[in-house]
């Protein structure tokens, strides 16, 4: 907001600005709020009362402005797709080998690889706005939940079966013949 009387600015749930006077109208010690024109406090009687001043809110002119600039993030990000994904999945990359430390393996550039789309998934859906954004990263975050206990459960029940094979293996010579006979 801003204060007609001295043009300072102040935030808009203030109700003083910082020359003293209340915004929009007078007020009371108890903090009624009063038309300029009021001599005293329509609900308490109080003749003591703050010196109003009107004011201008920017509440539209800085909506109108984060609209703008978001227009123009988009309209940029549409005709640079290309720039933004590999911009984000080398920084992605970059994060992950030097703090990861990943090696040139095949599961290993497998994982980097579904990591960097990962990271790069979630910076873009901070441009998304509120509910559409956090609603994406929770489903995201869910599937790839989902997906790590059932590739888990995969390997466990393939460790299982490789043992039981080898154990199945070893255990046949065992049962059959002795070693020294025959």
Not at 50 to 58: E, K, Q
Not at 71 to 100: D, K, M, N, Q, Y
Not at 101 to 118: C, D, E, G, N
């Amino acid at each position: 907001m801003v204060c007609l009387t001295c043009g300072g600015v102040a935030p808009r749930d203030a109700v003083f600005c910082q020359c003293g006077r209340s915004f929009g109208g007078r007020l009371c010690p108890s903090r009624h709020k009063n038309p300029m024109a009021a001599m005293r406090c329509f609900q308490c009687g109080n003749e003591t009362l703050s010196d109003g001043t009107r004011y201008v809110s920017l509440r539209a002119a800085s909506r109108m402005i984060a609209w703008s600039m978001a227009f123009l993030v988009l309209r940029w990000c549409l005709h640079h797709p290309s720039e933004i994904v590999g911009s984000v999945t080398a920084g992605a990359g970059w994060l992950l080998e030097s703090g990861l430390s990943f090696k040139a393996s095949t599961l290993a550039s497998t994982v980097y690889r579904a990591a960097s789309w990962y990271v790069a998934i979630m910076a873009l859906t901070l441009f998304l706005p509120k509910p559409h954004g956090s609603a994406v990263r929770s489903g995201l975050n869910r599937a790839i939940g989902r997906g790590l206990r059932f590739g888990w459960k995969g390997l466990v029940w393939g460790c299982r079966t490789t043992w039981l094979l080898i154990e199945g293996r070893t255990a046949k010579p065992k049962s059959g013949k002795a070693k020294g006979s025959g």
